[in-house]
């Protein structure tokens, strides 16, 4: 669900306010795909992307469901840019050179990025050096090309081709070594990662081909979203929600029609099957407030839909030559 930041809450971390909820390394297809949910769950989130590109390389794209006629490249990555900006990621074209683990004291508080930060990034004085220690063994900076220091708790790798940065993350067993003509390779390790795309470092997730899917546009944009999933999952637990509530987090639009009177209760009865018997009733009030109020969200009237089809048209056909509509406009008449 998509929850109100509860800081003062021991149990949940600092996120947004000092950086990014998940900074995603890599704009192609997976990164997006998994960015476009974690955004729209409320986390912070940021996309870097710069760099050696597998898609663009790709002459065209003939088998990605729903383009029964193909895709040309171009216009299918602006189509992801596009929705990742629709859902509320910031893209920033930049590459990552580096992905380092803070230690608490690190004295990173004066070049850390903070355009998200909802103090304006002022003066953090005694809250900074708090919020060091609570990043302590779990948190992430990024160092990239064009001299962006980015803090986040969480990075996920989208980067079929490009794994350099990772390197000063000194974990050995995140590569394996390959011999060809001669010569010795060093490769990420795909065992490194589990289905969902965590990897034994909290808060490093890796998505797409890189992390062992198959090695094509759909399979790679499907398994970034269900890594973005994990994200989430991991991102709620982390603020004090039953793991049975924060794995069983969805992202559907529902018709208003087909709400069941009961709902506020269904969901009432979900948070008290799902927290421990000791939950206090402040708790179940709480979370069944926040789970009541991401249900109602997710009902739509059939006006409001019809205003989103309309709308959606309109955002399809931005991306189409115009050559093309006026000749097919011209063709009907
Ligand atoms: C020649 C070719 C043809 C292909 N044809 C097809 C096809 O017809 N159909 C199909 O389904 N699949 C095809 N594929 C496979 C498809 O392109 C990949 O499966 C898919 O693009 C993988 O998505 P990804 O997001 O994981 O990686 P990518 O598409 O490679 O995206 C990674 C992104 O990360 C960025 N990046 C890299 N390093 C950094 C860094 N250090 N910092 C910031 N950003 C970085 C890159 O600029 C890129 O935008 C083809 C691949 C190739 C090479």
Not at 74 to 96: E, K, N, Q
Not at 190 to 211: K, Q
Not at 299 to 315: D, I, L
Request: proline share 4%; with cysteine.
């Amino acid at each position: 669900m998509p929850i109100e930041r509860a800081e003062s809450d021991p149990e949940i971390e600092p996120s947004g306010s000092d950086g990014y909820d998940v900074v995603i390394v890599g704009g192609g297809v997976s990164g997006p795909s998994a960015g476009i949910f974690t955004a729209r769950a409320g986390m912070d989130t940021c996309i870097l992307d710069r760099g050696p590109s597998s898609l663009a390389r790709c002459a065209y794209l003939a088998n990605y469901l729903g383009f029964p006629g193909g895709i040309d490249v171009s216009t299918f990555r602006a189509l992801c840019r596009a929705h990742a900006d629709a859902a509320g990621c910031r893209y920033i074209s930049d590459m990552v050179l580096e992905v380092r683990q803070v230690d608490a004291g690190d004295g990173l508080d004066s070049t850390v990025e903070r355009e998200t930060s909802s103090d304006g990034g002022g003066d953090d004085g005694d809250e900074g050096e708090e919020r060091a220690e609570d990043r302590a063994g779990e948190s992430f900076v990024v160092e990239t090309q064009d001299g962006r220091t980015i803090e986040t708790s969480r990075v996920l790798v989208a980067t079929k081709d490009d794994t350099t940065y990772l390197e000063a993350l000194e974990e050995s067993a995140m590569f394996t070594e390959a011999s060809h003509g001669g010569e010795t390779h060093r490769y990420f390790d795909r065992e490194y990662v589990d289905r969902e795309g965590r990897t034994p470092i909290p808060g490093l997730y890796v998505a797409g081909p890189l992390a062992g899917c198959p090695d094509q546009a759909i399979v790679s944009a499907g398994h970034g979203a269900r890594v973005g999933f994990a994200v989430i999952a991991d991102w709620l637990e982390n603020r004090g929600y039953p793991p049975a509530l924060a794995r069983g987090y969805w992202d559907w639009l529902s018709k208003e029609k087909s709400r069941d009177e009961n709902w506020k209760a269904h969901a009432r009865a979900f948070v008290e099957r799902t927290l421990p018997e000791e939950a206090s009733e402040e708790r179940v009030e709480e979370l069944s407030s926040e789970l009541q109020a991401h249900t109602d969200a997710l009902f739509v009237t059939s006006e409001e839909a019809e205003r989103r089809r309309r709308a959606g048209h309109r955002c399809l056909l931005d991306h189409v030559d115009d050559r093309v509509i006026e000749a097919y406009l011209e063709e009907r008449e």
